[in-house]
């Protein structure tokens, strides 16, 4: 599992961030005005900050971009004053709050908060919000909607700027979801509130207001999976693919959490990471791969599934490996006759961390039986057949067994050896 990184002590005076809406100044509570009025500088975005009136006399500064590794610089050039720092709606919900705490701690801040846009939003619907999937495309390619694209399925997409809309038009009609209807709402809250409709594969409207929402009813498209094992035309793939039912069985032994980083090593169409991404937004996954087309087309999948964020390394393991960060799990789909990729990858795992291999060949599945007599662990094989046709009649036709060897790697000072056995 990956460790939070600690936050910081608490030094110095706190620092106030208020939520302010597209109703600016008149829609705050006496709190939230109060700060900024006490505020020696209030930082915040140039929206934001032109929302404030007159009466606010600390100085104003806008955020640099890129934003996130300017954070801690801009506090520190103004520490030892009182800040405010401005957010859109709640400063929680997918907001700047969140690089605050990672930065100085939760303990040096009061937010306050404002409704959020999606709060807005589903009271302006009438959808009920803990019903109501959200993604962000704030920085985010459009390809992460797809993974939350389901036949009935109601999303509140938030907005990178005046241009999502029309790209989630063209994402959904790719996908096969044209017919669903999409409601585009801007300035909510605000004075200039607007609500523009129409549906993905014919969106009539040209670019409007930069800050808006966008409600998607999804309608059409193909039924989709929320679990492992998604049919095997759903990868473009030159038969280097962990099949249907091996790879179900093989996530549910690699057990993703969130959180979690997978090493999936021989990528082949990348599967394995695409449905460890698919899991959980917060799953992490490299996939690793020799051949350079091969990891070009785990790139695609990867974003057709809506996991864009795989990261893909091109080249031979147990070499392509060095400088990765340490995994939680890792699989072997290939590779595993080549010298040290096994004890590389073990070595990678922190006790607790598991190793999962998969193989049909004899050479490879002899050495997984030495691992298997020195770990321990679980060694079984997995045979799938299917019905085809025999002439007028119906008979099994066998895939080739696969041998899966799994493993959870032990605490670091426990004898190498498994009880009962010799040397």
């Known amino acids: 599992m990956a460790t939070p990184v600690p936050a910081p002590a608490p030094t110095g005076p706190p620092i106030t ?8 100044w008149p829609g705050l509570a006496d709190t939230s005005r109060a700060a900024l009025r ?27 971009s890129p934003l996130r590794p300017a954070v801690a610089g801009v506090l520190a050039a103004h520490e030892g004053l009182r800040i405010c720092v401005l957010a859109s709606g709640d400063p929680m919900f997918f907001g700047i709050g969140r690089t605050l705490v990672e930065t100085v701690g939760a303990e040096r801040l009061l937010v306050l908060p404002h409704p959020s846009s999606v709060s807005y939003a589903c009271a302006r619907l009438g959808w009920p919000l803990d019903a109501t999937e959200v993604v962000s495309l704030v920085g985010r390619p459009p390809d992460s909607l797809t993974r939350a694209l389901h036949p009935g399925r109601r999303l509140l997409v938030l907005s990178a700027d005046a ?27 605000g004075p200039a509130e607007r609500r523009l409709e129409g549906t993905a594969d014919g969106w009539p409207h040209p670019a409007g207001d930069p800050l808006n929402l966008i409600a998607v009813e999804c309608a059409g498209g193909r039924r989709g999976s929320v679990v492992p094992g998604l049919p095997d035309d759903s990868y473009e793939s030159d038969g280097q693919l962990t099949k249907r039912h091996v790879r179900a069985a093989t996530l549910a032994v690699l057990a993703p959490a969130p959180g979690e980083l997978l090493w999936d090593v021989g990528g082949g169409s990348g599967s394995i990471a695409v449905e460890w991404l698919r899991a959980h937004r917060d799953c992490r996954a490299v996939s690793i791969e020799r ?5 070009g087309r785990i790139t695609r999948n990867a974003a057709a599934l809506g996991v864009p964020g795989l990261r893909v390394v091109t080249g031979p393991a147990p070499a392509a490996l060095a400088g990765l960060p340490a995994p939680d799990a890792v699989f072997i789909g290939g590779g595993l006759t080549v010298p040290g990729l096994l004890e590389t990858c073990w070595a990678a795992l922190a006790p607790g961390g598991r190793l999962v291999a998969n193989t049909v060949t004899l050479e490879s599945e002899a050495l997984l039986t030495q691992w298997y007599r020195r770990w321990g662990g679980e060694l079984l094989r997995l045979a799938v057949a299917h019905a085809v046709p025999v002439g007028g009649f119906t008979g099994w036709r066998q895939a080739m067994p696969v041998t899966q060897w ?6 670091a000072d426990r004898s190498t050896s498994r009880p009962g056995e010799h040397s």
Request: net charge positive; no cysteine; hydrophobic share 45%.
């Open 17 to 24: 961030v208020v939520g302010i809406g597209a109703d600016g």
């Open 406 to 411: 799994s493993a959870v790697k032990p605490p």
């Open 291 to 295: 051949d350079p087309v091969r990891a």
């Open 163 to 189: 241009h999502t809309p029309a790209a989630v038009a063209a994402l959904l009609t790719a996908r096969g979801f044209g017919a669903s209807r999409l409601r585009v709402l801007e300035q909510l809250g």
């Open 38 to 64: 006490q505020a020696q500088v209030v930082i915040g975005g140039p929206r934001q900050l032109d929302l404030l009136p007159a009466e606010v006399t600390a100085e104003r500064v806008r955020w640099p």
